[in-house]
């Protein structure tokens, strides 16, 4: 029998589990832990969704309403609401540069098949291990660029060297940090001059509220150089939905048309009563709703923080994703200070070696958990001594 | 920039969307076209379905019943029901070797990832174009197995050669051929000899009524060399819901394992109200209305055929799907006579050479249309003169 090989260099992903299975067992001795390790968020869908998705689930009943295959490039009417959508952030996208997906986690690994296989690609650290992951599965070569508190975990391209692909997660999980205008037009610049491809992870895009761009395509020259991956994930509460869309601008080579081409033999769309549900985010209740949600999660990070620096942990400036990422009191590795935080104050955080390079040494906090949950956590965290 | 040289290799899909642009404008100039082309259900859901997902989106307002991420692997109720569903098969498939997907035409190439590059694959055909779209894409070695009207189109292992994965689709798309439990033993006894891995596209096992095996598991020793693919797409009228699952065996080397740890970076689920959707058929009601429905199709299948036996075509004797399979008269090209077909009759058709080596000479037929379709199309077949 014949085996990929790249499982190998794989290896297990130990953090996480190792992480819920003390969590687990914690739970399953009777003690309360407060889970600010996970990444899913824990409100519920806004009804403007559930409905839609209820009467588009009965209409596929009726032979009037029946629809079989979707569009493997998603449904016109969602496409162009995201195309609407993009020139209110000041970015032209045209809807048939727009792919409706099941998610950003398996875009990140579906759009090598672009490239073909040992294509070199650049991740910046820490990150998103599904990254590192996908590219090791399909056996390309992965250089790091980590960040680190000196540089505020603010990544620029590097001087040397040039890539394929060139991973950038913006606003940052797990940093939270967002990127200027300025920074992104380096990188952008960087993969133009070098022929790079940016792929632009914006899962975390709706959460940069304070005027920071929220596309790469704001960036002058990245339909020439840059997909773009979002998410109605963490914004819309779709993690159990299952919906995302990634754009492949019709001047970016010939990726638009080998795009188009992949669909045809490895995909079969979205389901409609999904696609009817992403677009009522698009709504004025969907927006209205949408805002107050994210507004809600990010005051979670801002009441983690105010308890963080009471205790005198040091943490990224990052203000735009619903996580918080700090530093381990005393030098303390990021498994054994979760370990402690777990065993001494009964909370789960996620280590942050689990994000790669730059992330050891660090912690990530979730700020989807409920607010009760975030505040119980906060009145732990701001006495914490170590 | 680079770019995955395979593209090269695949070309573009021109059988397909020369026919389907062939209807468009035929429709365009006001013809009324019967259109038998098509591999998607006409037919709406049935109830018992579309309440659930109904319900269940529904559900996902409200906080006490609100679920986030799905397992990877899919949900345990769901799998159960499908492991349940395997013994009255009389076959034992465990639910963790049961994983939910979002369809069949994707997994077909998903799978790929365990045996990695340049693996042999040998493609039995005439058959689904994807299974050597997605080879060709991931840059394997394709081997075909052409069947012909000669030996009935039913294949049987070759006699040299070996190879790591087999794609064997049963009851075949397009020839409607179910294989025997015999000649099933003589593919697994293959694989298991050759040390190869089978993928058995079951995508339509549901239409298998006549005593034939309906999975692979059926036969000794397949749990060791095959995977299994199956989907609610046809059966369950699911074209547009997305959804099926893939059997791959604890005992079949390392895969189960490493499907898994694919899964972990690669894959979100498949969300719980598509999932809850699936559950249903396996409820009396489903299973009631999903019987009723394959007897519909089949019998439509059945009344194209009188109508091609009276024009005098000679046609697979496939009873096992919805597709009819047959020879082109006065030895034209699939092609030539399907444009034919849509000229002078007004009935659209798929070519046979749009399935590979073998198909050639040949047409489908799709019996998913409704009831007044197939009858007006067979009132023309039945009178066909050449």
Redesign the interface.
Known sequence: ???????NA?G??YVFSKLNALVKKKRAQGETIIDLGVG????????V???K???T???????D??????PAEGIPTLREKISERYKTEGASVDMDEIFIS??A??EI?NVL?????K??ALIVTPCY??YA??NT???NNITFLPTSKENEFRPLPPYRGTF?IIYLCVPNNPTGVTLGKDELEEWVNYALNT???IIFDGAYSDFSTDGYPTSIYQIQGAKYCAIEIRSFSKSF?F????CGYTVIPKTL???NR?WK??L???????????QK?AETFFSSEGQKQAIKRIKYYKTNAEILKIALKKAGFWFVNGNSSPYVFAKCPDNLSSEKFCEKLIDDYKIAATPGNAFGEGGEGYFRLSAFPKREDILAASDILENLKF
Chains 1, 2 share one sequence.
């Open positions: 029998m014949k085996y990929n090989d790249n499982f794989l297990e992903s899913d968020v824990r409100l519920p869908l806004f009804d969704a559930t409905e998705m209820s009467t689930s009965l209409d596929m009943a009726r032979e309403t029946f629809l079989g295959y979707p099941d998610g986690k398996g690994g098949e672009l490239f073909g296989p294509a070199n291990p599904a992951e996908a599965l399909y056996g394929d022929g790079a491809v509460g993690t159990g939905i299952r080579g010939e990726y080998l081409r992949r045809g033999c490895r995909f079969n769309g979205v389901s409609y009563i999904t549900g």
